[in-house]
């Protein structure tokens, strides 16, 4: 049995009490990754730890994000399953220049009012892992290629000079 997920949270105020979050989101709750999707059926599993890194004491954000999602083929347009699998290891930040600062080390997020709203958080990591371009390993294409033989070629050229109309394609103002 899981846990529902807050909607929004302070972030900081979870490192400094070292909380893991952990539940489910329905698919259907994400407005950005239900374009992609074949389906909007399912659920995406969350386990967050707020803490900070060893070394240099930062707030982090750590845990997984898992799910099995439909994406739509782009080679067939019929549905593909891929398996989200994002392990998270991100630094929070409070300005620009510190992200800036960080960004070579670590993958920041930044925090504005000192608030997350969690969905969009989790929405985002998953477009991170998502495919460039979804396709199964062997489909047929949506539309399927004309292969024509050269009986074929020259048979449909001579019904287009047949056409009263095909002169008129050389004619030029």
Same mark, same amino acid.
């Given at each position: ?159 287009? /000079?047949? /056409? ?10």
């Amino acid at each position: 049995m899981s846990k529902r997920l807050p909607i929004d949270i302070d972030p900081f105020r979870l490192v400094e009490q070292r909380i893991l979050l952990s539940g489910e989101m329905p698919v259907k709750q994400f407005p950005r990754l239900k374009k992609l999707l074949s389906t909007n059926t399912g659920v995406i599993q969350v386990d967050l730890v707020f803490t900070r890194t060893n070394v240099t004491a930062l707030p982090v954000i750590t845990g997984t994000i898992t799910g099995n999602l439909e994406l739509i083929c782009q080679r067939c347009l019929d549905a593909v399953l891929f398996v989200v699998k994002s392990d998270l290891n991100i630094v929070l930040v409070k300005t620009d220049a510190e992200a800036k600062r960080l960004q070579n080390d670590y993958d920041t997020w930044l925090v504005e009012d000192d608030r997350i709203f969690l969905q969009d958080f989790i929405e985002d990591e998953i477009l991170l892992v998502l495919p460039h371009s979804a396709l199964h390993d062997e489909c047929e294409p949506f539309k399927p290629l004309i292969e024509a033989l050269p009986n074929e070629v020259v048979e449909a050229q001579q019904q287009e /000079n047949n /056409n009263p109309f095909a002169i008129l394609k050389d004619l030029k103002h």
